[in-house]
């Protein structure tokens, strides 16, 4: 059984940093693809940013493309979300995610998710 779990969340103020973490278990993580989202109170689950197996390929919402940087520590089993410059609309619980199938951006097409950690950005 394949799980995930989220970690590095809370609560910073708008332009201020954080660093996310996803560690997973279970299966070979060589081997998956791995993304992203996020979901604010109301609001669907969001596309954020993937990565692929081997980390040579990462793609990213344009909404945080040049503030937000997916990497992975293959050795670690963990994938990391690099968050700079923050700001309120940042605002959400943020989740990892194996991805199973073809589209990088739809939620429908990962299968193991985490619990999610919570970012708060503040004006």
């Known amino acids: 059984q394949v799980q995930l779990v989220e970690s590095g969340g809370g609560s910073v103020q708008a332009g201020d940093s954080l660093r996310l973490s996803c560690t997973v278990s279970?299966?070979?993580?060589?081997?998956?693809?791995m993304g992203w989202f996020r979901q604010a109170p109301g609001k669907e689950r969001d596309f954020v940013a993937f990565i692929s197996r081997g980390g040579d390929t990462t793609s990213y919402a344009d909404s945080v493309k040049g503030r937000f940087t997916i990497s992975r520590d293959n050795a670690k089993n963990t994938m990391f979300l690099q968050m700079n410059s923050l700001n309120p609309d940042d605002t959400a619980v943020y989740y990892c995610?194996?991805?199973?199938?073809?589209?990088?951006?739809?939620?429908?097409?990962?299968?193991?998710w985490g619990r999610g950690t919570q970012v708060t950005v503040s004006s």
């Open positions: 995610a194996r991805r199973f199938a073809l589209t990088r951006n739809n939620p429908r097409h990962y299968d193991y």
């Open positions: 279970g299966g070979t993580f060589t081997t998956y693809n």
